[in-house]
């Protein structure tokens, strides 16, 4: 099953209604209801559950946003911790050229420090990595074709279903 977040469910104008602790709290109160309803029952029927943003998401935007790390994981620390957290990454100019197609930008789309989101995003996969997640970096730059970054996804996720029960392995890059 494919998700995403923030839900549907969840007005995209809270972004620019809201900042700091307000907004961490409504993407807070978005990701239990989108647990309770939608991803507790789908993994008692599903294999693989796969979710476009979850806690990570927070740990970069929402520090980003004014809030420390720990208001961030105690916002989240009741939330249950994905299997495999696979993080996409990209090279400044694939983000720039990205950016620019993008029509109307927010405040979380960068402002241009590619150095800082990259050590932001650092701190988040150290992070999940010490939770006990499996970490798996993808490099999604534009010279790799959409279709060949899903045909690495598709095979982490099969690499893990096979090893359910061995225990977890190291962090790995794609
Ligand atoms: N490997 C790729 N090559 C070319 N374009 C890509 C690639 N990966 C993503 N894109 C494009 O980049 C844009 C931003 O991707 P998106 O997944 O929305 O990023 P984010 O969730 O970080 O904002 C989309 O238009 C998407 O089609
Ligand atoms: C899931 C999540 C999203 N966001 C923000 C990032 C984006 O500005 C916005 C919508 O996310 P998203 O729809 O994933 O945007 P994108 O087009 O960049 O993939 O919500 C947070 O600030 N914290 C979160 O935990």
Avoid at 50 to 57: E, F, G
Avoid at 59 to 78: I, P, T, Y
Avoid at 98 to 124: H, K
Wanted: net charge negative; hydrophobic share 40%.
């Amino acid at each position: 099953m494919l998700t995403k977040e923030p839900t549907p469910a969840f007005d995209l104008t809270n972004e620019e209604r809201h900042n700091g602790l307000a907004l961490a709290e409504l993407l807070a109160a978005d990701r239990a209801q989108h647990l309770r309803q939608i991803i507790v029952p789908a993994l008692g029927t599903e294999d693989v559950v796969i979710t476009d943003r979850y806690i990570a998401s927070s740990m970069h935007f929402q520090v980003q946003d004014g809030l420390s790390f720990d208001q961030v994981r105690q916002l989240n620390a009741d939330f249950i911790l994905p299997d495999i957290n696979i993080f996409m990454m990209a090279d400044e100019s694939s983000l720039d050229s990205r950016r620019s197609r993008r029509g109307v930008l927010t405040r979380f789309d960068g402002v241009g420090d590619f150095a800082g989101e990259v050590s932001s995003w650092r701190v988040v996969k150290g992070h999940m990595a010490s939770c006990g997640v499996q970490v798996v970096i993808i490099q999604n730059n534009d010279d790799v074709a959409p279709e060949q970054t899903a045909y690495t996804m598709a095979k982490v996720i099969m690499e893990r279903l096979e090893e359910v029960g061995n225990g977890r392995p190291e962090s790995t890059s794609y």
